[in-house]
């Protein structure tokens, strides 16, 4: 996951994760997830859910551009 703030500032993986979640107003959570206990966890976490999540949610049978392990978006 990317994450690109309106001054062009980018950030990727469980930051991008933690930005997005203050910019819906969760920032208790985000502030959670930044925690020196929790923080290196949740990055695990991210890190093995991302490795995982074509296998878990992509469509199967269906020309969606995800057949090489990753999938284009239209803009």
């Known amino acids: 996951m990317h994450a690109i703030g309106a001054d062009g500032s980018v950030w990727a ?3 991008a994760v933690r930005v997005a979640l203050r910019a819906v107003g969760l ?13 290196p966890v949740f990055g695990r976490f991210y890190d093995w ?10 469509r199967r049978g ?3 551009g995800c057949a090489h392990g990753s999938c284009k ?3």
């Open 13 to 15: 993986g469980p930051e």
């Open 62 to 64: 269906d020309d969606d």
């Open 27 to 39: 920032g208790g959570v985000s502030w959670a997830l930044g925690l020196p206990v929790i923080g």
């Open 73 to 75: 978006i239209e803009r």
């Open 49 to 58: 859910f991302a490795r995982n999540r074509l296998r878990w949610f992509a």
